[in-house]
Protein backbone atom coordinates (compact mmCIF):
# COMPACT_ATOMS: atom_id res chain seq x y z
CA UNK A 1 0.00 0.00 0.00
CA UNK A 2 1.19 3.21 -1.28
CA UNK A 3 1.99 6.10 1.62
CA UNK A 4 -0.01 9.29 1.60
CA UNK A 5 0.39 12.63 3.57
CA UNK A 6 2.64 11.70 5.98
CA UNK A 7 2.28 12.14 9.84
CA UNK A 8 5.21 13.18 12.19
CA UNK A 9 5.74 10.05 13.34
CA UNK A 10 6.26 8.61 9.64
CA UNK A 11 8.66 12.13 8.72
CA UNK A 12 10.66 10.34 11.79
CA UNK A 13 10.31 6.50 10.62
CA UNK A 14 11.59 7.97 6.72
CA UNK A 15 14.81 10.29 8.49
CA UNK A 16 15.60 6.55 10.16
CA UNK A 17 15.35 4.59 7.53
CA UNK A 18 16.55 7.21 4.41
CA UNK A 19 19.86 8.39 5.19
CA UNK A 20 20.71 9.49 1.44
CA UNK A 21 20.54 13.53 1.62
CA UNK A 22 18.67 13.79 -1.66
CA UNK A 23 15.74 11.37 -1.43
CA UNK A 24 12.93 13.86 -1.49
CA UNK A 25 14.08 14.73 -5.02
CA UNK A 26 12.98 11.59 -6.35
CA UNK A 27 10.22 10.65 -4.27
CA UNK A 28 7.27 10.35 -6.19
CA UNK A 29 3.89 8.16 -6.41
CA UNK A 30 3.71 5.26 -7.61
CA UNK A 31 1.61 6.38 -10.45
CA UNK A 32 3.85 9.11 -11.71
CA UNK A 33 6.99 5.82 -11.33
CA UNK A 34 5.02 3.58 -13.39
CA UNK A 35 5.39 6.79 -16.17
CA UNK A 36 9.02 5.65 -16.71
CA UNK A 37 7.87 1.98 -17.40
CA UNK A 38 7.38 1.80 -21.42
CA UNK A 39 6.28 -0.94 -24.11
CA UNK A 40 8.81 -2.96 -24.57
CA UNK A 41 10.85 -2.47 -21.95
CA UNK A 42 12.54 -4.99 -19.63
CA UNK A 43 11.85 -4.77 -15.99
CA UNK A 44 13.58 -6.63 -12.95
CA UNK A 45 11.40 -6.44 -10.18
CA UNK A 46 12.85 -7.60 -6.46
CA UNK A 47 10.93 -10.64 -4.77
CA UNK A 48 12.07 -14.41 -4.10
CA UNK A 49 8.82 -16.69 -3.13
CA UNK A 50 6.33 -14.64 -2.14
CA UNK A 51 8.70 -12.24 -0.32
CA UNK A 52 10.56 -8.95 -0.91
CA UNK A 53 8.64 -8.05 -3.88
CA UNK A 54 7.71 -4.41 -4.65
CA UNK A 55 4.08 -4.10 -3.57
CA UNK A 56 3.03 -0.67 -4.97
CA UNK A 57 4.16 -0.25 -8.25
CA UNK A 58 2.88 -3.38 -9.99
CA UNK A 59 -0.37 -2.58 -9.18
CA UNK A 60 0.21 1.13 -11.17
CA UNK A 61 1.17 -0.42 -13.95
CA UNK A 62 -1.36 -3.12 -13.73
CA UNK A 63 -3.43 0.38 -14.22
CA UNK A 64 -1.38 2.17 -16.83
CA UNK A 65 -2.35 -0.93 -18.88
CA UNK A 66 -5.96 -0.87 -18.54
CA UNK A 67 -5.69 2.70 -19.44
CA UNK A 68 -3.00 2.11 -22.57
CA UNK A 69 -2.17 -1.36 -23.55
CA UNK A 70 1.58 -2.51 -22.94
CA UNK A 71 3.48 -4.90 -22.20
CA UNK A 72 7.43 -5.87 -21.00
CA UNK A 73 9.71 -8.21 -19.75
CA UNK A 74 9.64 -9.20 -16.46
CA UNK A 75 12.12 -10.45 -14.66
CA UNK A 76 12.57 -11.04 -10.78
CA UNK A 77 14.17 -13.51 -8.02
CA UNK A 78 11.12 -15.92 -8.40
CA UNK A 79 7.42 -15.83 -7.28
CA UNK A 80 6.06 -12.56 -6.23
CA UNK A 81 3.29 -12.24 -4.01
CA UNK A 82 0.25 -10.72 -3.32
CA UNK A 83 -1.33 -11.58 -6.60
CA UNK A 84 0.93 -9.57 -8.31
CA UNK A 85 2.06 -12.10 -11.05
CA UNK A 86 -1.58 -12.69 -11.74
CA UNK A 87 -3.07 -8.79 -11.64
CA UNK A 88 -0.55 -8.38 -14.30
CA UNK A 89 -1.25 -11.18 -15.93
CA UNK A 90 -4.83 -10.87 -16.42
CA UNK A 91 -3.94 -6.83 -17.51
CA UNK A 92 -2.58 -8.42 -20.50
CA UNK A 93 0.86 -6.67 -19.76
CA UNK A 94 3.44 -9.69 -19.27
CA UNK A 95 5.12 -10.57 -23.15
CA UNK A 96 7.72 -12.31 -21.31
CA UNK A 97 8.26 -13.50 -18.06
CA UNK A 98 11.17 -15.34 -16.36
CA UNK A 99 12.37 -17.45 -14.27
CA UNK A 100 9.74 -19.02 -11.66
CA UNK A 101 6.37 -18.17 -10.98
CA UNK A 102 3.23 -19.99 -9.07
CA UNK A 103 0.23 -17.84 -9.82
CA UNK A 104 -2.67 -19.69 -10.93
CA UNK A 105 -3.87 -16.95 -13.09
CA UNK A 106 -0.01 -16.41 -14.88
CA UNK A 107 0.13 -20.09 -15.18
CA UNK A 108 -3.02 -20.49 -17.47
CA UNK A 109 -1.69 -17.73 -19.62
CA UNK A 110 1.69 -19.12 -20.02
CA UNK A 111 0.09 -23.09 -20.94
CA UNK A 112 -2.03 -20.88 -23.30
CA UNK A 113 0.66 -19.24 -25.06
CA UNK A 114 -0.05 -15.92 -23.85
CA UNK A 115 3.08 -15.27 -21.91
CA UNK A 116 6.23 -16.48 -23.02
CA UNK A 117 7.63 -18.13 -20.00
CA UNK A 118 11.19 -19.10 -19.86
CA UNK A 119 11.71 -21.61 -17.51
CA UNK A 120 15.83 -20.99 -15.57
CA UNK A 121 17.69 -22.37 -12.56
CA UNK A 122 17.79 -20.03 -10.35
CA UNK A 123 21.38 -19.39 -10.04
CA UNK A 124 21.77 -18.76 -13.93
CA UNK A 125 19.15 -15.81 -14.36
CA UNK A 126 21.60 -12.69 -13.58
CA UNK A 127 24.79 -14.30 -15.13
CA UNK A 128 22.89 -14.67 -18.56
CA UNK A 129 21.82 -10.92 -18.16
CA UNK A 130 25.28 -10.08 -17.07
CA UNK A 131 26.78 -11.41 -20.43
CA UNK A 132 23.98 -9.57 -22.63
CA UNK A 133 22.61 -13.24 -23.27
CA UNK A 134 19.37 -11.80 -22.55
CA UNK A 135 18.38 -8.15 -23.12
CA UNK A 136 19.74 -5.71 -21.45
CA UNK A 137 17.62 -4.33 -18.21
CA UNK A 138 15.66 -0.83 -18.58
CA UNK A 139 14.70 -0.71 -14.82
CA UNK A 140 14.93 -2.47 -11.94
CA UNK A 141 12.13 -1.95 -8.89
CA UNK A 142 13.54 -2.61 -5.60
CA UNK A 143 11.60 -3.03 -2.51
CA UNK A 144 13.92 -1.87 0.32
CA UNK A 145 14.01 -1.28 4.46
CA UNK A 146 16.49 1.52 4.66
CA UNK A 147 18.59 3.42 2.16
CA UNK A 148 22.13 4.41 3.40
CA UNK A 149 23.73 7.72 3.13
CA UNK A 150 25.49 7.16 -0.03
CA UNK A 151 22.44 5.54 -1.51
CA UNK A 152 23.15 1.74 -0.86
CA UNK A 153 19.60 -0.06 -0.94
CA UNK A 154 19.37 -2.68 2.37
CA UNK A 155 16.52 -5.14 1.24
CA UNK A 156 13.61 -6.25 2.92
CA UNK A 157 12.98 -10.20 3.49
CA UNK A 158 14.58 -11.70 0.04
CA UNK A 159 17.43 -10.33 -1.98
CA UNK A 160 16.97 -12.68 -4.75
CA UNK A 161 18.27 -10.97 -8.03
CA UNK A 162 17.92 -7.36 -6.64
CA UNK A 163 21.09 -6.89 -6.08
CA UNK A 164 22.25 -7.56 -10.16
CA UNK A 165 19.20 -6.08 -11.30
CA UNK A 166 19.91 -2.82 -9.32
CA UNK A 167 23.46 -3.08 -10.58
CA UNK A 168 22.95 -3.87 -14.32
CA UNK A 169 19.79 -1.54 -14.81
CA UNK A 170 19.97 1.65 -16.50
CA UNK A 171 17.49 3.28 -14.00
CA UNK A 172 16.32 2.26 -10.52
CA UNK A 173 13.13 2.66 -8.86
CA UNK A 174 13.00 1.96 -5.00
CA UNK A 175 10.26 1.16 -2.97
CA UNK A 176 11.10 2.48 1.04
CA UNK A 177 8.84 -0.07 2.71
CA UNK A 178 8.50 1.85 6.05
CA UNK A 179 6.40 -1.35 7.46
CA UNK A 180 9.21 -3.64 6.97
CA UNK A 181 11.14 -4.78 10.13
CA UNK A 182 13.74 -2.50 11.40
CA UNK A 183 15.70 -5.58 12.51
CA UNK A 184 16.32 -6.86 8.32
CA UNK A 185 19.12 -4.23 8.88
CA UNK A 186 22.16 -6.30 9.03
CA UNK A 187 20.99 -9.22 8.08
CA UNK A 188 22.08 -9.49 4.43
CA UNK A 189 25.38 -10.42 2.47
CA UNK A 190 25.51 -8.77 -0.70
CA UNK A 191 28.58 -10.17 -3.04
CA UNK A 192 28.77 -10.38 -7.23
CA UNK A 193 30.94 -12.23 -8.51
CA UNK A 194 33.66 -10.84 -10.55
CA UNK A 195 33.47 -10.72 -14.47
CA UNK A 196 35.09 -13.19 -16.17
CA UNK A 197 37.81 -14.06 -17.59
CA UNK A 198 40.24 -14.63 -14.40
CA UNK A 199 36.74 -14.70 -12.14
CA UNK A 200 38.05 -15.28 -8.42
CA UNK A 201 36.53 -18.22 -5.98
CA UNK A 202 33.63 -16.99 -4.04
CA UNK A 203 34.82 -17.22 -0.61
CA UNK A 204 31.95 -19.02 1.01
CA UNK A 205 33.53 -21.94 2.49
CA UNK A 206 30.74 -22.01 5.51
CA UNK A 207 26.61 -21.02 5.87
CA UNK A 208 28.03 -18.47 8.30
CA UNK A 209 30.53 -17.06 5.75
CA UNK A 210 30.35 -13.29 5.26
CA UNK A 211 31.65 -12.00 2.43
CA UNK A 212 30.59 -9.05 1.02
CA UNK A 213 27.94 -5.71 2.27
CA UNK A 214 24.66 -5.90 4.28
CA UNK A 215 23.77 -3.64 1.39
CA UNK A 216 23.16 -3.09 -2.27
CA UNK A 217 26.05 -0.57 -3.72
CA UNK A 218 24.38 1.99 -6.43
CA UNK A 219 25.63 4.94 -7.96
CA UNK A 220 22.49 6.95 -6.58
CA UNK A 221 22.42 8.86 -9.97
CA UNK A 222 20.72 6.09 -11.36
CA UNK A 223 17.79 6.57 -8.75
CA UNK A 224 15.04 7.66 -10.94
CA UNK A 225 12.34 7.19 -8.21
CA UNK A 226 12.12 6.70 -4.72
CA UNK A 227 7.99 5.57 -3.54
CA UNK A 228 7.09 5.06 0.05
CA UNK A 229 5.03 2.19 0.76
CA UNK A 230 3.67 0.26 3.95
CA UNK A 231 2.88 -3.46 3.67
CA UNK A 232 3.84 -7.01 4.32
CA UNK A 233 4.31 -9.96 1.84
CA UNK A 234 2.04 -12.87 1.46
CA UNK A 235 2.19 -15.69 3.94
CA UNK A 236 3.16 -18.54 2.83
CA UNK A 237 0.42 -21.22 2.19
CA UNK A 238 2.14 -24.39 3.56
CA UNK A 239 -0.32 -26.61 4.97
CA UNK A 240 0.25 -28.44 8.17
CA UNK A 241 2.15 -32.15 8.60
CA UNK A 242 0.19 -34.75 8.33
CA UNK A 243 0.69 -38.88 8.24
CA UNK A 244 2.02 -38.90 4.65
CA UNK A 245 4.39 -36.22 5.05
CA UNK A 246 5.23 -37.50 8.71
CA UNK A 247 6.32 -41.11 7.21
CA UNK A 248 8.19 -39.53 4.63
CA UNK A 249 10.19 -37.63 7.47
CA UNK A 250 10.48 -40.60 9.11
CA UNK A 251 12.25 -42.49 6.02
CA UNK A 252 14.52 -39.36 5.84
CA UNK A 253 15.66 -39.62 9.30
CA UNK A 254 16.07 -43.56 9.34
CA UNK A 255 18.34 -43.00 6.10
CA UNK A 256 20.33 -39.61 8.02
CA UNK A 257 20.76 -42.18 10.77
CA UNK A 258 21.92 -45.06 9.12
CA UNK A 259 24.43 -42.52 7.41
CA UNK A 260 26.16 -41.44 10.82
CA UNK A 261 26.54 -44.94 11.42
CA UNK A 262 28.29 -45.76 8.31
CA UNK A 263 30.75 -42.84 8.96
CA UNK A 264 29.66 -40.97 6.19
CA UNK A 265 28.01 -38.19 8.14
CA UNK A 266 28.71 -36.67 11.76
CA UNK A 267 25.82 -36.19 13.72
CA UNK A 268 25.68 -32.41 12.34
CA UNK A 269 25.25 -33.47 9.45
CA UNK A 270 26.01 -31.30 6.34
CA UNK A 271 24.06 -27.91 5.39
CA UNK A 272 21.20 -28.84 4.49
CA UNK A 273 18.30 -27.20 1.74
CA UNK A 274 14.59 -27.26 1.54
CA UNK A 275 12.80 -26.54 -1.83
CA UNK A 276 9.65 -24.46 -1.07
CA UNK A 277 6.36 -25.88 -0.60
CA UNK A 278 4.60 -27.92 1.98
CA UNK A 279 6.32 -30.92 1.77
CA UNK A 280 9.59 -30.34 1.77
CA UNK A 281 8.84 -27.97 5.01
CA UNK A 282 7.13 -30.87 6.99
CA UNK A 283 9.88 -32.93 5.90
CA UNK A 284 12.48 -30.91 6.75
CA UNK A 285 10.46 -30.34 10.40
CA UNK A 286 10.93 -33.74 11.20
CA UNK A 287 14.63 -33.41 11.83
CA UNK A 288 13.56 -32.14 15.11
CA UNK A 289 12.65 -35.78 16.03
CA UNK A 290 16.09 -37.07 15.23
CA UNK A 291 19.31 -37.48 16.61
CA UNK A 292 21.21 -34.63 15.27
CA UNK A 293 22.91 -31.60 16.84
CA UNK A 294 24.21 -28.36 15.93
CA UNK A 295 22.98 -28.31 12.39
CA UNK A 296 23.14 -26.02 9.81
CA UNK A 297 21.09 -24.66 6.54
CA UNK A 298 22.79 -23.55 3.26
CA UNK A 299 19.03 -22.82 1.34
CA UNK A 300 17.53 -20.83 -1.35
CA UNK A 301 14.15 -19.75 1.22
CA UNK A 302 14.23 -20.09 4.92
CA UNK A 303 10.76 -21.28 5.72
CA UNK A 304 8.70 -22.22 8.97
CA UNK A 305 11.02 -25.60 9.42
CA UNK A 306 13.84 -23.52 9.56
CA UNK A 307 12.47 -21.53 12.61
CA UNK A 308 11.11 -24.84 14.04
CA UNK A 309 14.47 -26.13 14.03
CA UNK A 310 16.46 -23.19 15.29
CA UNK A 311 13.96 -22.76 18.07
CA UNK A 312 14.40 -26.95 19.17
CA UNK A 313 18.28 -26.09 19.61
CA UNK A 314 18.67 -28.05 16.68
CA UNK A 315 19.83 -25.66 14.21
CA UNK A 316 23.03 -23.27 14.44
CA UNK A 317 22.64 -21.30 11.54
CA UNK A 318 20.72 -20.66 7.96
CA UNK A 319 21.63 -18.89 4.87
CA UNK A 320 19.28 -18.26 2.42
CA UNK A 321 17.73 -15.77 -0.27
CA UNK A 322 14.68 -15.39 1.71
CA UNK A 323 12.27 -15.87 4.24
CA UNK A 324 8.35 -17.28 3.38
CA UNK A 325 6.94 -18.08 6.21
CA UNK A 326 3.36 -18.52 7.34
CA UNK A 327 0.57 -16.05 8.87
CA UNK A 328 0.93 -18.26 12.19
CA UNK A 329 4.63 -17.88 12.11
CA UNK A 330 4.94 -14.60 10.79
CA UNK A 331 2.95 -13.03 13.81
CA UNK A 332 5.86 -14.07 16.56
CA UNK A 333 8.89 -13.64 14.15
CA UNK A 334 8.70 -10.39 12.62
CA UNK A 335 8.06 -9.02 16.04
CA UNK A 336 11.07 -11.08 17.59
CA UNK A 337 13.35 -11.07 14.64
CA UNK A 338 16.25 -9.54 16.12
CA UNK A 339 16.67 -12.71 18.29
CA UNK A 340 17.24 -14.44 15.19
CA UNK A 341 19.60 -11.87 13.52
CA UNK A 342 23.23 -13.24 14.08
CA UNK A 343 22.26 -16.81 13.23
CA UNK A 344 20.10 -15.91 9.59
CA UNK A 345 22.32 -14.50 6.44
CA UNK A 346 20.26 -13.65 3.50
CA UNK A 347 22.20 -13.58 0.12
CA UNK A 348 21.90 -13.31 -3.49
CA UNK A 349 19.93 -16.54 -5.16
CA UNK A 350 23.55 -16.35 -7.65
CA UNK A 351 25.15 -17.21 -4.20
CA UNK A 352 22.82 -19.42 -2.60
CA UNK A 353 22.05 -21.77 -5.57
CA UNK A 354 25.93 -21.40 -6.64
CA UNK A 355 26.58 -25.23 -7.66
CA UNK A 356 30.05 -24.47 -6.82
CA UNK A 357 29.34 -23.27 -3.52
CA UNK A 358 26.73 -25.82 -2.80
CA UNK A 359 29.43 -28.84 -4.46
CA UNK A 360 32.19 -27.28 -1.63
CA UNK A 361 29.91 -27.37 0.92
CA UNK A 362 28.09 -30.45 0.62
CA UNK A 363 24.34 -30.13 1.26
CA UNK A 364 21.87 -32.33 1.35
CA UNK A 365 18.85 -31.59 -0.42
CA UNK A 366 15.73 -31.76 -0.22
CA UNK A 367 13.19 -31.07 -3.03
CA UNK A 368 9.61 -31.69 -4.39
CA UNK A 369 8.68 -33.84 -7.80
CA UNK A 370 5.60 -33.74 -9.46
CA UNK A 371 6.46 -37.24 -10.66
CA UNK A 372 9.45 -39.59 -11.38
CA UNK A 373 9.73 -42.69 -13.44
CA UNK A 374 10.97 -46.23 -12.08
CA UNK A 375 14.50 -45.14 -13.15
CA UNK A 376 14.69 -42.54 -11.27
CA UNK A 377 14.19 -39.69 -14.13
CA UNK A 378 12.01 -36.47 -11.95
CA UNK A 379 9.63 -34.28 -13.13
CA UNK A 380 9.49 -31.00 -11.29
CA UNK A 381 7.55 -28.87 -13.74
CA UNK A 382 5.01 -29.94 -16.42
CA UNK A 383 1.80 -31.55 -16.03
CA UNK A 384 1.50 -34.49 -18.13
CA UNK A 385 4.73 -32.98 -19.81
CA UNK A 386 2.81 -29.99 -21.40
CA UNK A 387 1.42 -27.89 -19.34
CA UNK A 388 3.78 -25.90 -16.93
CA UNK A 389 3.14 -26.26 -13.18
CA UNK A 390 5.92 -23.45 -11.61
CA UNK A 391 9.00 -24.33 -12.89
CA UNK A 392 12.59 -25.77 -11.59
CA UNK A 393 13.46 -22.96 -9.39
CA UNK A 394 16.38 -24.24 -7.51
CA UNK A 395 16.11 -27.83 -7.09
CA UNK A 396 18.61 -28.38 -10.35
CA UNK A 397 20.64 -26.18 -8.88
CA UNK A 398 21.00 -28.30 -5.57
CA UNK A 399 20.22 -31.29 -6.94
CA UNK A 400 23.40 -32.17 -9.37
CA UNK A 401 25.60 -30.51 -6.92
CA UNK A 402 24.69 -31.71 -3.23
CA UNK A 403 25.97 -34.63 -1.72
CA UNK A 404 22.99 -36.21 -1.18
CA UNK A 405 20.23 -35.34 -3.71
CA UNK A 406 16.81 -36.38 -2.68
CA UNK A 407 13.50 -36.18 -4.02
CA UNK A 408 10.00 -36.67 -2.19
CA UNK A 409 6.87 -36.76 -3.51
CA UNK A 410 3.32 -38.17 -2.08
CA UNK A 411 3.00 -42.14 -3.98
CA UNK A 412 -0.32 -40.46 -5.33
CA UNK A 413 -2.25 -37.28 -6.49
CA UNK A 414 -5.79 -36.49 -6.96
CA UNK A 415 -7.15 -38.35 -4.55
CA UNK A 416 -5.27 -41.70 -5.58
CA UNK A 417 -6.58 -40.79 -9.63
CA UNK A 418 -3.15 -39.96 -10.66
CA UNK A 419 -0.08 -42.22 -9.59
CA UNK A 420 3.25 -40.17 -9.00
CA UNK A 421 5.29 -43.29 -10.17
CA UNK A 422 5.30 -43.87 -13.65
CA UNK A 423 6.80 -46.20 -16.18
CA UNK A 424 8.35 -43.42 -18.24
CA UNK A 425 8.62 -39.26 -16.84
CA UNK A 426 6.40 -37.26 -19.02
CA UNK A 427 8.80 -34.57 -18.62
CA UNK A 428 12.48 -34.69 -17.18
CA UNK A 429 13.90 -31.63 -15.21
CA UNK A 430 16.64 -34.34 -13.32
CA UNK A 431 18.15 -37.12 -14.86
CA UNK A 432 18.50 -40.06 -13.07
CA UNK A 433 22.31 -39.44 -12.82
CA UNK A 434 21.31 -36.56 -10.46
CA UNK A 435 18.82 -37.71 -8.06
CA UNK A 436 20.75 -40.05 -5.19
CA UNK A 437 16.97 -40.60 -2.97
CA UNK A 438 13.37 -41.02 -3.74
CA UNK A 439 11.18 -40.59 -0.72
CA UNK A 440 7.32 -41.25 -0.72
CA UNK A 441 5.27 -41.89 2.42
CA UNK A 442 5.66 -45.86 1.57
CA UNK A 443 9.40 -45.96 1.56
CA UNK A 444 13.15 -45.01 0.36
CA UNK A 445 14.53 -46.02 -2.90
CA UNK A 446 18.44 -45.38 -2.49
CA UNK A 447 19.27 -45.61 -6.00
CA UNK A 448 23.43 -44.72 -5.44
CA UNK A 449 25.60 -46.88 -7.18
CA UNK A 450 22.80 -49.07 -8.75
CA UNK A 451 21.96 -50.06 -12.34
CA UNK A 452 18.56 -48.92 -14.21
CA UNK A 453 17.47 -52.28 -13.86
CA UNK A 454 18.32 -52.23 -9.58
CA UNK A 455 16.89 -49.19 -9.57
CA UNK A 456 13.79 -49.96 -11.24
CA UNK A 457 13.28 -52.73 -8.14
CA UNK A 458 13.95 -50.25 -5.39
CA UNK A 459 11.69 -47.55 -6.78
CA UNK A 460 9.00 -49.72 -7.27
CA UNK A 461 8.54 -51.55 -4.57
CA UNK A 462 9.99 -49.10 -1.97
CA UNK A 463 7.99 -45.74 -3.44
CA UNK A 464 4.83 -46.57 -5.28
CA UNK A 465 1.34 -46.82 -3.94
CA UNK A 466 -0.05 -50.38 -3.33
CA UNK A 467 -2.54 -49.71 -5.91
CA UNK A 468 -0.84 -49.14 -8.86
CA UNK A 469 2.29 -51.25 -8.02
CA UNK A 470 1.09 -54.15 -9.74
CA UNK A 471 1.00 -52.19 -13.11
CA UNK A 472 4.22 -51.48 -12.49
CA UNK A 473 5.60 -54.36 -12.34
CA UNK A 474 3.76 -55.58 -14.99
CA UNK A 475 5.44 -53.08 -17.14
CA UNK A 476 8.91 -53.77 -15.86
CA UNK A 477 8.77 -57.38 -16.36
CA UNK A 478 7.63 -56.85 -20.09
CA UNK A 479 10.32 -54.14 -21.19
CA UNK A 480 12.92 -56.50 -19.48
CA UNK A 481 12.13 -59.21 -21.96
CA UNK A 482 12.92 -56.76 -24.93
CA UNK A 483 16.43 -56.25 -23.16
CA UNK A 484 18.39 -53.19 -22.76
CA UNK A 485 20.43 -51.34 -20.68
CA UNK A 486 17.26 -49.22 -19.67
CA UNK A 487 14.54 -51.30 -20.93
CA UNK A 488 11.49 -50.10 -21.81
CA UNK A 489 7.83 -50.72 -24.01
CA UNK A 490 7.91 -47.72 -25.98
CA UNK A 491 4.47 -48.22 -27.25
CA UNK A 492 3.38 -48.04 -23.49
CA UNK A 493 5.25 -45.54 -21.93
CA UNK A 494 3.48 -43.07 -21.92
CA UNK A 495 0.02 -44.72 -22.08
CA UNK A 496 -0.63 -43.43 -17.99
CA UNK A 497 -0.12 -39.99 -18.92
CA UNK A 498 -2.58 -40.67 -22.01
CA UNK A 499 -5.01 -41.92 -19.35
CA UNK A 500 -4.98 -38.95 -17.87
CA UNK A 501 -5.03 -36.43 -21.05
CA UNK A 502 -8.72 -38.75 -21.94
CA UNK A 503 -10.28 -39.58 -18.66
CA UNK A 504 -8.96 -37.42 -16.52
CA UNK A 505 -7.74 -40.55 -14.34
CA UNK A 506 -5.75 -43.46 -14.14
CA UNK A 507 -7.36 -45.68 -12.42
CA UNK A 508 -7.92 -48.26 -15.49
CA UNK A 509 -3.97 -49.12 -14.46
CA UNK A 510 -4.83 -50.46 -10.86
CA UNK A 511 -6.53 -52.74 -13.16
CA UNK A 512 -3.74 -54.28 -14.99
CA UNK A 513 -2.96 -58.03 -13.81
CA UNK A 514 -0.35 -58.68 -11.60
CA UNK A 515 2.52 -61.30 -13.17
CA UNK A 516 4.30 -61.94 -10.00
CA UNK A 517 3.95 -60.96 -5.96
CA UNK A 518 6.92 -59.29 -6.07
CA UNK A 519 9.95 -57.87 -8.55
CA UNK A 520 13.13 -60.64 -7.52
CA UNK A 521 15.82 -59.25 -5.61
CA UNK A 522 13.41 -56.60 -4.07
CA UNK A 523 16.04 -54.67 -1.12
CA UNK A 524 14.75 -52.79 1.80
CA UNK A 525 14.16 -49.34 1.52
CA UNK A 526 16.93 -48.38 4.07
CA UNK A 527 20.39 -49.96 3.87
CA UNK A 528 21.72 -52.24 6.92
CA UNK A 529 23.99 -50.01 9.03
CA UNK A 530 25.66 -53.18 9.60
CA UNK A 531 26.39 -54.69 6.15
Known sequence: MEVGELTPEQHAEIARRCRWPDWQSRQMSASQAAELIHDGMTVGMSGFTRAGEAKALPLALVEKARREPFSITLM?????????????????????????????????????????????????????????????????????????AYGGIVPTTSVGNSASYAILADKVIIELNLESPAALEGLHDIYIPQMRPSRQPIPVVAPDSRIGTPYIPIDPA??????????????STCTPPDDGTERMAGHLVELLKQEVALG??????????????????????????????????????????????????????????SITVTEERGRTLWKDLERYRDRLILRPQELSNHPGIVRRLGVIAVNTAL?????????????????????????????????LSVFITKSLAKGGDISSVVPFASHVDHTEHDVDILVTEHGLADLRGLAPRERAVQVIENCSDPSYRPAL???????????????????????????????????????????????????????????
Not at 130 to 144: C, G, K
Not at 222 to 235: C, E, H, K, Q
Open 473 to 531: RAYFEQACQRGGHTPHCLEQALSWHREVEVKGHMRAMRTLPETSPSLEGAAPSVPDATA
Open 264 to 321: RLTPALLPLQAGIGSMANAVMSGLKEGPFEHLTMYSEVLQDSTFDLLDAGKLDFASGS
Open 371 to 403: EFDIYGNVNSTHVCGTRMMNGIGGSGDFARNAQ
Open 222 to 235: RIAAIVLTRGSDSP
Open 76 to 148: TGASLGNDLDGQMADAHMLARRMPFQVDPVLRRAINAGEVMFMDQHLSETVELLRNHQLSDMDIAVIEASAIT
